[in-house]
């Protein structure tokens, strides 16, 4: 004789804290970092990955002359990724620097031998050319920025 | 109080402003920026101040002085397209009597200009 058991609701495995909730499991965001870091590597090579991370993790609040220098903005560190993505790598890495704003900024010279520059705000970027122009881009407009100074 | 055209006045270069290759334009860009009178203490006083006052966070490290003279800047900002008025105003603060600061909103072309300009002074213990 068999006996049915009534029916149990189903419950999942585990259930995420509420912080994680809504976000991605932390394998994703592992894998999603590490490619951040290799994106660094490749495009920034060493000294200028190094540079970003002492930036990230020493330059908190207040740094500087005069008490005045902003900790590192992580909507340029956005900016600056999504730039890098459309960056076509190259054996001329940039040079990586902290402006007092708390911007990331980078410089280096072009095939014509002209000195490039993208300061990354929270806006988006700002860039200069040597003997040619300055400007502003916003966020959209970073990947075709990246592609237009690498020429 | 302004800052006559003839003294020279420095900027303070750190190792987030150059990295052994470049120097960043940043370092000029901007508006108050920034910089000490050699009239009132001279290069050679101007590295223990620094190092013992600023040297934060931990690795910060003070590279260089930039010098310029004042007339030169004002007349790189009023040769520049469109033209910029520049001039230098007295701030003494407690830990640095020389303080300065260049009035007028320093665009990234013209902290180029400037950076080309400057005369560099390396520090001995880089």
Redesign the interface.
Known sequence: MTKTLPPRARQSAYTPNDDLSGSLPSSIRMADEFHREELLMEKLGT??WG?LL??QR???QG????GKGQPLSPRSVEALFRFLEALPTSENKP???????GNV?L??ENSADA?V?V?FTPDGA?Y?I?RGT?GTVSHSGLAGLAIQLAR | MHVAGEENVVRAMWTDKYDGERFSASAFKGSDLSVSRLAVISLDDHWPLFRDRVQFPAGRTLLAFAEINVSKLAALGRTHAPQITLWVDAVPLDWNPAHAEVRGNVTRGLANRILDAVEVHWSQLR
């Not at chain 1, 740094?63 to 005069?66: D, I, L, S, V």
């Not at chain 1, 040079?95 to 704003?101: G, I, N």
């Open positions: 000294r200028g540079r002492y930036f020493c330059y908190s740094w500087g002359e005069n040079s990586v620097f902290l402006t007092d704003e900024e410089g280096w000195a520059q300061e700002e200069f040597e300055e």
